[in-house]
């Protein structure tokens, strides 16, 4: 038997793969599961059970979600990154990460072919197509749901055939968790109208009572919430998330332009990505230059979108990483932020590197820095070319 190693997640797709692959296809199937953050350890231990009923030959956790924050998240953050001014790209950061997972494991136990859930209709099957193809070139990629054209109904009936006991009314929407989101997909987003019902968002809303919280970022990096200090970013988050997700912030539906050529629409929660770039970003507008702002929304543009359509080991990503890295210096201070439900309220922020200091005036009222004829003369050179080619052009058109 040939072994074929499974992106497998637990859900509905990856559920009926695995069957598939061994019943159907003779394959010796590897289901690995590649954490980026968003399974808590009974969950885990679920889908673990779930894959090892399926009669495959091994199931493997690879936790790599500190490699997922350092190579990935930590630079959308930097970044400001989000999609169509929406969506912080919740699925398809992690699915690059996931992709080169599953490469390396492959190579590793000599698997002559790698599978995946991706439908046919949608980006992730791009993503992880160009990663094995550019890191795995010789093994074969088999996409069962794609290739068979299924719809999830199909799939559903596949698994009660053959005695598949999961909560098939859950299965009714496609869910993807994650520390920096989790995607939500279902009948309503499969057209242009429709809103997600409320049972269909995973975190429900239990907080009714406005709170305020302190983040301390350090070069760019969440550090610090309400005083609790944290070596690792990725502990920051998670407890973030913790805080403002049962307020129901960061939910909304994102319609973009996919890889393939369609319009899509997909529902998320982010309640901590959101929070975290929004915030970074106010620290940003208080301690970089114009330009630097500038030229860095121009870069962080770019580098989302091609990470978004699965372009993550062009060699340009990691120059825009040093460049992205490079401008975060002096953003360090606190951001103060209201919770209320279903929204946040950046209150401002407290840096030592604030570029609004009081010492060189107050906008709008006085000035500390240069007198008023500096700014008469400063005014006249500044607009001396546009006022040449009107006196100019004013003769001709006389």
Not at 18 to 36: C, I, P, Q, R, W
Not at 210 to 229: C, H, M, P, S, Y
């Amino acid at each position: 038997m040939q072994k074929v190693v499974l992106a497998y997640s637990g859900g509905l797709d990856t559920t009926f793969c695995a069957l598939h692959l061994s019943k159907d296809l003779g394959y010796e199937v590897h289901a690995v599961l590649v954490n980026t953050g968003g399974f808590s350890e009974e969950e885990l231990k679920s889908i673990e059970s779930r894959a090892k009923s399926l009669g495959i030959a091994s199931f493997t956790i690879l936790d790599v979600v500190d490699t997922y924050y350092q190579q990935v998240l930590k630079y959308l953050t930097f970044g400001n990154v989000l999609k169509n001014g929406t969506y912080p790209l919740s699925v398809s950061a992690e699915r690059i990460l996931q992709a080169k997972s599953l490469a390396d494991y492959a190579k590793s136990i000599g698997a002559k072919a790698v599978a995946h859930g991706s439908t046919g209709a949608g980006n992730d099957q791009v993503r992880f197509d160009m990663i094995f193809q550019t890191i795995i070139p010789d093994i074969e990629i088999i996409t069962p749901i794609r290739d068979l054209k299924l719809s999830r109904q199909e799939e559903i009936e596949y698994l009660k055939k053959h005695g598949v006991e999961m909560n098939f009314e859950k299965a009714a929407y496609s869910i993807n968790k994650g520390i920096w989101g989790t995607s939500v997909g279902g009948k309503e987003t499969l057209s242009s109208l429709g809103y997600l019902p409320e049972e269909a968002w995973p975190t429900q809303i239990t907080e009714k009572d406005a709170k305020e919280v302190k983040l301390t970022f350090v070069q760019g990096e969440l550090k610090g919430i309400d005083n609790e200090v944290f070596d690792n970013p990725v502990d920051a988050i998670q407890k973030l998330q913790e805080i403002a997700g049962p307020f129901g912030i960061g939910r909304d539906i994102h319609v973009g332009d996919t890889i393939i050529g369609i319009k899509g629409r997909v529902g998320f929660e982010a309640a901590a990505p959101i929070i975290i770039i929004k915030a970074h970003q106010l620290l940003e507008k208080h301690t970089l230059t114009k330009w630097q702002l500038f030229w860095k929304n121009q870069q962080a543009e770019f580098y989302g979108n091609h990470l978004h359509e699965g372009h993550y080991l062009d060699p340009v990503m990691r120059n825009l990483e040093a460049f992205l890295q490079s401008t975060q210096e002096y953003v360090s201070g606190d951001v103060f932020v209201r919770l209320d439900v279903k929204h946040f309220t950046l209150l401002g922020i407290a840096s030592e590197h604030d570029l609004m200091a009081s010492k060189f005036g107050s906008y709008g009222e006085m000035n500390k820095g240069y007198t008023a004829e500096d700014v008469k003369g400063f005014t006249r050179i500044l607009g001396n070319q546009t006022a040449i080619f009107h006196q100019v052009n004013q003769q001709e058109n006389d």
